[in-house]
């Protein structure tokens, strides 16, 4: 143990395999993404069995990656964070099980880690980056914010910020599994979190990737739609609120969705609760109506040839020996990127299409925005926290800044790669946990729908 607060995070919860070393929930020594889209774009979507079988291959050179990188060894940690959950269950175990027998063999204490919690600590890690740069570059002068980088106190610990100027915040997890509203709130050294909202079916980020699929786009869809988008009329395709309309009737039922099941929803204010499979499906009729199905599947098979292929067979892609494999970044398939011009978008697709993406964009980050804002006022949030994998999306990030900016208050995002999945946010969430010894033992086990906060 070095003592100064070095923490290795571990994050294999979907379909990245990742590990970072995070300087006390502040300073980012390392940060190592083993993405494994290459082996899932081809299926349109994350099929766990794989996911389980690419953690296996990565996680070990990934870690050592980390390592590397952060110039250290596993002697000088002082702790292992990894996520518990919520996230798929095989994917979990292989993070979970290695970070266990880890903390084993060096001493090292374990601390379990909501990825959720993570996704929220993201932003907090920017904040205090920028602010350990700021502080640098003015010679350390006072900023008025207590930082989280300061001299040890008495019992040699540091103290976590309460920044009093931004709480309490409003949280908004916007990601692949999760569409959650948060109150999060530094209390006694650590962080509470009440939820205010969520989905009641789809995560926007699924919403994203099941049109991204059904227009034969790639996967993940997010990037896809984020792209295509600008080039397309958003007033084009009238979805109307209604049909992303808080489904009242449902609350107080039990949710249907494995998402939606994470989390309790009695006592939640049935207006910020959300509901995206509804746009999903208009999509789809939207699709029918017009004859654009045949024209996706040309671009599906022109974009994946072997998707086709493997959806058609349901067969599993050769298994690779855990053995003879290796992780080698360079290795990865090239898989084919969103277009960057307009000449490029329609070349993929007809203009049609690019206003149907840009309708369908428009409506789900208006319909974030208005539960959003109306929860922070409710709760008398000081500024709004947008992370998870959708907050990379540029329509989101202008339009919630603009829209806060009216209103007076904050808007924080992290920046672009802490906004997908990463292991940097999950060493950052254990920070606080860390300063107070909440540590796990033996009995720590992925739970694949790890609820969080009350
Ligand atoms: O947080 P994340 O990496 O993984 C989960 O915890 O789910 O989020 C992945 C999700 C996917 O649904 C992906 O389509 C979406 O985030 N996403 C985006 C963008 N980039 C990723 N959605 C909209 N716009 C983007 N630029
Ligand atoms: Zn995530």
């Known amino acids: 143990m070095s003592g100064s607060g070095l923490i290795l995070g571990i994050e294999s919860s979907c379909d990245e395999t990742a590990a970072a070393v995070v300087e006390r929930g502040a300073r980012t020594l390392s940060s190592v993404i083993a993405s494994q889209i290459p082996t899932h774009a081809r299926y349109g979507g994350v099929v766990p069995e794989l996911a389980s079988r690419e953690h296996l291959r990565a996680i070990v050179p990934v870690v050592r990656a980390a390592l590397a ?148 786009f790639g996967y993940p869809g997010g990037p896809w739609i984020d792209a295509l988008a600008r080039f397309g009329d958003s007033r084009a395709v009238p979805f109307a609120f209604s049909q992303i309309k808080t489904k009242l009737h449902l609350a107080g039922k039990a949710p249907r969705t494995k998402a939606a099941r994470s989390a309790p929803i009695a006592n939640l204010n049935p207006h910020f609760l959300f509901s995206f499979s509804g746009i999903k499906t208009a999509v789809l009729r939207y699709v029918e109506l017009n004859n654009l199905r045949e024209e996706a599947q040309a671009r599906a098979i022109r974009l994946f040839p072997s998707q086709a292929l493997h959806s058609e067979q349901n067969e599993m892609p050769g298994a690779p020996g855990l053995a003879s494999e290796t992780w080698d970044p360079s290795a990865a398939q090239p898989t ?31 319909d974030l925005m208005k539960k959003s804002f109306a929860a922070a006022e409710a709760v008398g949030a000081r500024r709004i926290l947008i992370t998870g ?66």
């Open 336 to 366: 084919p990127t969103p277009p960057k011009t307009k000449e490029e978008a329609l070349a993929l697709c007809s203009q049609q299409i690019l206003d149907l993406v840009a309708s369908f964009q428009r409506a789900v980050v208006g």
């Open 69 to 216: 990188q952060a110039n250290i060894t596993l002697a000088d940690l002082d702790a292992i964070a990894v996520t518990s959950g919520p996230g798929l269950a095989g994917a979990l175990l292989v993070g979970l099980t290695y970070a266990k027998a880890l903390s084993f063999a060096q001493g090292l204490p374990l601390i379990g880690i909501n990825h959720l919690e993570g996704h929220i600590h993201a932003v907090l890690l920017n904040d205090r980056e920028s602010l350990l740069k700021k502080n640098d570059s003015e010679n350390m002068k006072d900023t008025g914010f207590s930082p989280y980088i300061q001299q040890p106190n008495s019992t040699g610990v540091l103290a976590p910020e309460v920044n009093s100027v931004d709480e309490p915040a409003l949280a908004l997890v916007v990601s692949g599994g999760h569409t959650h509203l948060y109150l999060a709130r530094p209390r006694h050294g650590a962080w509470s979190y009440s939820l205010v909202g969520r989905t009641l079916d789809d995560a926007a980020g699924e919403a994203y990737d099941k049109v991204a699929k059904l227009l034969g």
């Open 389 to 454: 994998g959708v907050s990379a999306n540029r329509e989101l990030r202008s339009r919630f800044t603009v829209e806060g900016a009216r209103r007076g208050l904050r808007i924080a995002f992290p920046t672009l790669s802490l906004s997908t999945d990463n292991a940097a946010m999950i060493a950052t969430a254990a920070w606080p946990h860390f300063l107070s010894h909440e540590f796990a033992d033996d009995s720590l086990a992925a739970n694949p729908s790890l609820a969080l906060g009350r």
